[in-house]
């Protein structure tokens, strides 16, 4: 079911679970440190951390990513396989799909055109 609600084969779900080239599974990783960075800025923006931390907190979580996931692609596509798992919505899967798709096509922002940093060999907590 998932699978099909991100557009990917079951193949894809199952293989989150297993390490690939050496990296952590994937398991739903995509979808909570999106969330711990969406958290950390609307912490700050609510008064409730300082910059400092806030950027501290997502800097963290972005090593983390670039640890799990390979490519930008990667990533989402395990974002949306953890909002898929979280959501069990149809709409809302194709939405982020959608939304994914006008990104690659349409997205001009020079940030958007950065390589993928390479993972730093930090040490992953179980």
């Known amino acids: 079911m998932l699978g099909s609600l991100i557009e990917e084969p079951e193949e894809y779900v199952q293989q989150c679970s297993r390490s690939i080239n050496g990296r952590q599974p994937a398991l739903l990783w995509g979808f909570d440190l999106w969330r711990a960075i969406v958290l950390s800025r609307n912490c700050f923006a609510a008064g409730y951390i300082s910059e400092?931390?806030?950027?501290?907190?997502?800097?963290?979580?972005?090593?983390?990513?670039?640890?799990?996931?390979g490519s930008f692609e990667e990533f989402h596509t395990n974002y949306r396989l953890g909002?898929?798992?979280w959501s069990r919505d149809f709409d809302t899967a194709k939405g982020r799909l959608k939304a994914f798709w006008f990104y690659k096509e349409h997205c001009d922002w020079p940030m958007a055109q950065l390589p993928w940093p390479n993972p730093k060999g930090i040490f992953m907590e179980q």
């Not at 400092?52 to 996931?69: M, S």
Request: glycine share 0%.
């Open 83 to 85: 909002n898929a798992y």
């Open 52 to 69: 400092e931390t806030a950027w501290k907190n997502i800097l963290k979580t972005a090593d983390y990513i670039y640890e799990i996931f």
